[in-house]
């Protein structure tokens, strides 16, 4: 079962009774704005698919207080499958972790064609939202709690690099980021749960830990658990990356690295690896890493084999990577780096 | 003199991919804006490559070019100058060609 990450929804006899451009008197439906509240509190991101006219359904979204909790919000006269496909992109999310609310049968019927792994809902059977083992995550992280707020810091970010005439790295060098590396603390735990199950895309190997393994790794004599957190001028972006080390008399392995999908912009990929190598090279060992290649992460296996990581063996998916530490890169000038060991 | 002519267009075309991927990196990358950059230059030494870039490079070559980058080409030596990419272009459009 995948967590859903967002949940896109109708307006029209959905959100609200009645017809926007159909002039009716709209009334919002019985405990919708409590269940908007409680999905946004459990870290779940919300968007709009409807067929309106964008400003008038702004406007009243803005009247009734619901406005800011929506992201990317796709109103317009398109399918509503190519609405769900641009919030998707815009959120930069797995579409296979979007739920679609609407109360017509077309429109269920049309996202589901085109999408089949987006799970849709009849509107009629909205009290049952909550309770949806999909909409409810074991613990609500702090970083889950923000999610919507990052996102919306991010759009302002977006929106400034857009108009930014230049080169990408001289846009990213006004951002004034700051990269912060530290040792694993107890209250950092659920969030690297949650790191593990969320993250497709720059992730190693794909493999899932609980919250004891976590625990029990980071008291572990023989690891290194490494949490990130990013900063810039916007804001937080939260805790972002981990790695997970294994130390063995003189190999060391890096068993699971991973960041947010959310940085991938931010080229802060390749940071966390540089302090790994930066740190296997002072104490004098080997340097090993695992790498599962599934169809989503092609660019960590970029990250990798252009670190000068290089294959020693492989069974199917599976291959151990070793680098020699003959090439080591410096930090990115346009990330100031600070490491709490 | 049959042959020499057949090399002489393969380099034409080598040329040809690295003028493009340099004008590219000089677009796209500050540290290569206003300096020379030769084919032969370590352009990883030259101005950081964060794994975003180094993606960016790919999804370029691969479209401009009409070629995919299997995953045991993607290593520092191929990626390391334009020169460098340029040669794995032709030679991956060779191997497809084949």
């Known amino acids: 079962m995948k967590m859903v990450k967002c949940v896109v929804w109708d307006l029209d006899d959905t959100l609200w009774h ?72 815009k959120l930069n999310i797995g579409i296979d972790t979007i739920m679609f609310v609407d109360d017509q049968p077309f429109e269920r019927d049309e996202v589901a064609f085109a999408h089949p792994e987006v799970e849709t809902v009849d509107s009629a059977e909205l009290a049952t939202l909550l309770t949806m083992p999909r909409l409810s995550p074991k613990v609500v992280t702090e970083d889950a709690s923000r999610r919507r707020l990052m996102y919306l810091e991010d759009q302002a970010r977006t929106e400034a690099e857009s108009e930014y005439q230049g080169a990408a790295d001289e846009f990213l060098a006004g951002l004034g980021m700051i990269f912060h590396i530290a040792r694993a603390k107890g209250d950092d735990l659920r969030r690297l749960e949650e790191l593990t199950e969320r993250t497709n895309q720059l992730n190693s190997t794909g493999i899932q830990y609980s919250y004891e393994q976590l625990e029990e790794l980071m008291h572990s004599p023989d690891h290194d658990l490494w949490v990130c957190e990013l900063t810039d001028r916007y804001g937080s972006y939260g805790k972002i990356g981990m790695a997970l080390v294994e130390k063995q008399d003189d190999r060391w392995t890096i068993n699971l690295l991973l960041m947010s999908c959310r940085t991938v912009s931010k080229g802060v990929g390749t940071v966390l690896l540089s302090f790994l190598l930066k740190q296997a090279a002072e104490n004098g ?57 | 003199m049959h042959d020499e002519a057949v090399v002489n267009m393969a380099d034409v075309t080598v040329a040809d991919y690295a ?80």
């Not at chain 1, 084999?305 to 020693?312: S, Y």
């Not at chain 2, 101005?47 to 080409?73: C, I, N």
């Open chain 1, 18 to 89: 009645g017809t926007l451009s159909a002039g009716d008197d709209l009334v919002l439906r019985e405990g919708v704005v409590d269940l908007v509240k409680t999905l946004d509190a459990r870290g779940i991101l919300q968007s709009v698919a409807s067929k309106n006219n964008h400003d008038d359904a702004m406007r009243k979204l803005e009247e009734l207080g619901l406005a800011e909790y929506f992201l990317y919000p796709q109103i317009n006269w398109n399918s509503k499958s190519s609405s769900v496909a641009a919030i998707r992109q």
């Open chain 2, 19 to 98: 003028a493009n991927i340099r004008a590219y990196l000089r677009e796209n990358m500050t540290a290569f804006k206003d300096v020379e950059l030769d084919d032969e230059d370590n352009i990883f030494e030259r101005g950081f490559f964060t794994s975003l870039f180094a993606m960016q490079l790919l999804h370029y070559v691969e479209s401009t070019f009409d070629v995919e980058v299997p995953d045991d080409y993607i290593m520092l030596r191929n990626f390391s100058s334009v020169r460098r990419l340029a040669d794995m272009v032709a030679e991956l459009k060779r191997t497809a060609g084949e």
């Open chain 1, 285 to 341: 060992k080997r340097l090993f890493a695992r790498f599962r290649r599934t169809d989503r992460n092609r660019q960590m296996l970029v990250t990798y084999q252009l670190a000068n990581f290089r294959v020693v063996s492989h069974e199917g998916s599976d291959y151990l990577y070793e680098n020699d530490l003959a090439v080591r890169q410096e930090y990115p000038e346009y990330i100031k780096v600070e490491i709490d060991a």
